[in-house]
């Protein structure tokens, strides 16, 4: 209440890429009390406990990729409240993104549209910055093609793999590939060729088994998503991370004029989420019963948390309901996905794809 009525006031009234940088401020800030505040943050019970291709989590509420897009709160973030985060974009080369404007919110919808263009500091940096972190959580690493529209082809996929050499042996959990951000030149790779040379590249230079998730957008075709998990089945990826943002615009209640201002970006908070789940109960039917399934899209609440988790996903992460709903978030949405397995009679387990099974 504290933050709808006080806070969230006072940081709307700066511009959005304004108000991230002093929530990061915030968080740094915060690290040498960190361990003080760590009760009033986080909700531990075991029935929450997760393991996720082998990686275990002290819950399955992470924070999306996109927030730590270059790896500086990683020593601070397991004491409030997430179970793990996915650090990232991180491309092959370092990038300013694109011109500012490029982060706005949509309250009428409680959504955000960027167009950010995987602005970061690039692998080299960011892979030093991990080397001599202190983490405080399970990490993964989301990985993006440098945005540069002459990177393609053969050197599209050089450009990936570039940056997982650099981070595959680093102290993370896992790493991702992203094939679907819409806030570049690029778009949705709509070449299932890339990744299958990307897929069969790592499958060779893995040694120590590290897990690889591949992030999926909820605008691709359905040929596209069979064929992204007959090649990810192929090559022993261990999972996905559905959804992206979406390009659609479809069913909001911000002025069309608004949406016009803001032009071109990709969606994302609660118009997402039935695009999310839509996108999360196909692939827990295509994807092998190894494979793993981490939900994003539109997560408010311990209820669309259950809804994600019943319909396939493992875990679930979180970015845009933070800025409306505040850092309490992961505590209250653990709290109430525990509640709701306990009523429900299921383990976390038990309750992956329950709804799906039943469909």
Do not use: W
Not at 267 to 296: D, E, F, M, T
């Amino acid at each position: 209440m504290i933050y709808r009525s006080l806070i969230r006031p006072a940081l709307f009234q700066l511009d959005c890429e304004q108000a991230h940088h002093l929530a990061h401020f915030a968080a740094k800030f915060l690290k040498p009390i960190s361990p003080l505040l760590s009760g009033l943050f986080n909700y531990r019970r075991n029935d929450l406990q997760v393991n996720l291709s082998g990686v275990k989590l002290a819950n399955p509420v992470g924070l999306a990729a996109g927030f730590d897009k270059n790896g500086e709160l990683v020593s601070v973030l397991g004491q409030l409240g997430f179970g793990f985060v996915e650090v990232g974009s991180v491309t092959a080369r370092a990038s300013n993104g694109n011109p500012r404007p490029r982060l706005f919110r949509l309250p009428a919808d409680q959504a955000l549209i960027n167009r950010m263009g995987l602005n970061g500091d690039g692998a080299d940096v960011i892979a030093e910055r991990l080397r001599r972190a202190d983490l405080s959580l399970p990490v993964g690493l989301n990985i993006a093609k440098t945005n540069d529209p002459s990177i393609q082809g053969d050197a599209a996929v050089a450009d990936i793999l570039y940056t997982y050499r650099k981070v595959r042996d680093l102290p993370v959990s896992f790493v991702t590939i992203n094939a679907s951000c819409p806030n570049t030149s690029d778009g949705i790779i709509e070449e299932a060729r890339e990744l299958k040379e990307i897929f069969a590249e790592i499958a060779k230079d893995n040694p120590r088994g590290l897990p690889v998730f591949v992030k999926l957008s909820p605008d691709s075709t359905d040929r596209l998503v069979e064929d992204i998990v007959e090649c990810a089945t192929k090559y022993g990826i261990a999972g996905y991370v559905c959804g992206n943002t979406t390009v659609s615009r479809f069913g909001l209640d911000t002025d069309e004029s608004e949406l016009k201002r803001i032009g071109k970006g990709g969606l994302s908070g609660q118009p997402l989420k039935p695009l999310a789940v839509k996108l999360c109960r196909k692939l827990y039917r295509l994807k092998s019963a190894q494979q793993s399934i981490i939900a994003v899209g539109g997560i408010a609440s311990g209820k669309d948390a259950y809804e994600f988790i019943s319909a396939g996903a493992s875990a679930v992460q979180l970015y845009t309901a933070l800025v409306y709903e505040g850092p309490f978030l992961p505590r209250q949405i653990n709290y109430e996905l525990s509640a709701l397995l306990e009523r429900n009679g299921l383990t976390l387990a038990q309750a992956v794809g329950v709804a799906v099974e039943k469909s």
